[in-house]
């Protein structure tokens, strides 16, 4: 028996947090059918060793404990990145860091390069300033994945400086650039976005 035969369906908090839409890309919370998916995509250790959390290997249960756990109280949100034709690519959320929420997201290496965390950073920033009044985010990328840095700058964050985090999957700590944006930025950025389409 696995997890998606024990736990009843309504023990998800699927409707805690609402369908995100852009251009190409929808973000909805994780069902326990898409445990397979997200086992086989989060399963390589170029995800896990740019993420805070993500073991490797990525088993079948992790998947499970992930989705199990996603989008309880606590101010957490998170979803996952799907194309319009509901292809899972990746994963992304805010989760409750002190008083500051912290952004975090990873691809499936096949969707790398192709611009979709970039534009589903832009609609959960837009959802953590609009719809959940946060104040400010903060994010953060390790020094050697400079491909995550250029998502956080094109979507508005400002280099606050250099820590050390946890990374599981290496068993050990390591440097990470971390991030910080405004809610007066991103309404400045909006704005600046807005006329540039006008002009």
């Known amino acids: 028996m696995t997890l998606l035969e024990r736990i009843p369906r309504e023990t998800f908090h699927e409707g805690s947090i609402p369908v995100l839409e ?6 909805r919370a994780p069902r326990l059918e898409d445990a397979k998916t997200v086992a086989v995509l989060a399963n390589d250790r170029r995800i896990a060793e740019n993420t805070a959390r ?5 088993r079948m249960s992790d998947a499970e404990s992930f989705i199990t756990g996603a989008n309880k109280a606590g101010g957490e949100a998170v979803f996952l990145i799907t194309l319009r ?9 805010l989760l409750m860091q002190e008083q500051t929420p912290e952004l975090g997201f990873w691809l499936g290496v096949p969707h790398w390069g192709q611009g979709y965390a970039t534009e589903a ?3 959960v920033i837009d ?3 609009t719809d959940l009044a946060h104040e400010s985010l903060q994010a953060g990328a390790r020094v050697t994945n400079p491909a ?3 998502v956080l700058e094109k979507c508005g964050f400002q280099w606050t400086g250099v820590g050390l ?3 599981n999957s290496i068993k050990s700590s390591a440097p ?3 991030f910080r944006l405004e809610r007066g930025i991103w309404s400045a950025l909006k704005t600046w976005g807005r006329m540039k389409r006008v002009m």
């Open 121 to 123: 950073l832009h609609a």
């Open 127 to 129: 959802y953590a300033f």
């Open 176 to 178: 990470i650039d971390r």
């Open 165 to 167: 985090y946890r990374i």
């Open 148 to 150: 995550s840095r250029r």
């Open 85 to 93: 034709d509901e292809t899972i690519v990746g994963a992304c959320g």
């Open 54 to 58: 993500i073991p490797h290997p990525y």
């Open 22 to 27: 852009t251009k190409r890309l929808a973000l």
